[in-house]
T-cell receptor, first 114, second 116 residues
Framework: GAGVSQSPRYKVAKRGQDVALRCDPISGHVSLFWYQQALGQGPEFLTYFQNEAQLDKSGLPSDRFFAERPEGSVSTLKIQRTQQEDSAVYLC????????????FGPGTRLTVL | KQEVTQIPAALSVPEGENLVLNCSFTDSAIYNLQWFRQDPGKGLTSLLLIQSSQREQTSGRLNASLDKSSGRSTLYIAASQPGDSATYLCAVPFLYSGAGSYQLTFGKGTKLSVIP
């Protein structure tokens, strides 16, 4: 596609529910990143993929967070047993080749946990 | 670990004014620096990427400068318009060598309001 797309754009979950957030990177982009953005803050890194390999998951806040990119294109960020502190905007970005390339971001998914 | 600071946190200017947004970073060993724009409820739009070997990068009314030695970058917006109202973020890639990863470290942003 022309840009990075994310779905759903908005998600409301009850505390304890599992959620899955999808990211479609720009076609052919090798690297994919997930970030979490709290209100009034800059995005914080969660995890990084190069093709299907998850090279860095150091930013995932707990073992309730899990990300995958099985075929090296679409990625899913899953959050199990959601908590109120998980409420944030989740942003996905991709780069053409390496991590130092210009990062292109999707519109984000706003997650609200009640 | 790299830290990025943006000052001011918010800025309000009348239409037509030229303005400067500031970004500072603690580790001068950067590969590049990227400026983004974020509209309310939207994702990030890349404005300019300035390589470490460059001093300036221009796109239309925007000009970004980079001074690695002092750990600073500025984004200059000429002849501001109400449509420029948004939050502007700067970010540098942090090489997490232990995992071969390139995280972007962001500032908190400067919220710009251009008053008609």
């Amino acid at each position: 596609g022309a840009g990075v797309s994310q779905s759903p754009r908005y998600k409301v979950a009850k505390r304890g529910q599992d959620v899955a957030l999808r990211c479609d990177p720009i076609s052919g982009h090798v690297s994919l990143f997930w970030y979490q953005q709290a209100l009034g803050q800059g995005p914080e890194f969660l995890t990084y993929f190069q093709n299907e390999a998850q090279l860095d998951k150091s930013g995932l806040p707990s073992d309730r967070f899990f990300a995958e990119r099985p075929e090296g294109s679409v990625s899913t960020l899953k959050i199990q047993r959601t908590q109120q502190e998980d409420s944030a905007v989740y942003l996905c970005a991709s780069t053409r080749v390496g991590g130092f390339d210009e990062q292109f971001f999707g519109p984000g998914t706003r997650l609200t946990v009640l | 670990k790299q830290e990025v600071t943006q000052i001011p946190a918010a800025l309000s200017v009348p239409e037509g004014e030229n303005l400067v947004l500031n970004c500072s970073f603690t580790d001068s060993a950067i590969y590049n620096l990227q400026w983004f724009r974020q509209d309310p409820g939207k994702g990030l739009t890349s404005l300019l990427l300035i390589q470490s070997s460059q001093r300036e990068q221009t796109s239309g009314r925007l000009n970004a400068s980079l001074d690695k030695s002092s750990g600073r970058s500025t984004l200059y917006i000429a002849a501001s318009q109400p449509g420029d109202s948004a939050t502007y973020l700067c970010a540098v890639p942090f090489l997490y060598s232990g995992a071969g990863s390139y995280q972007l470290t962001f500032g908190k942003g400067t919220k710009l309001s251009v008053i008609p």
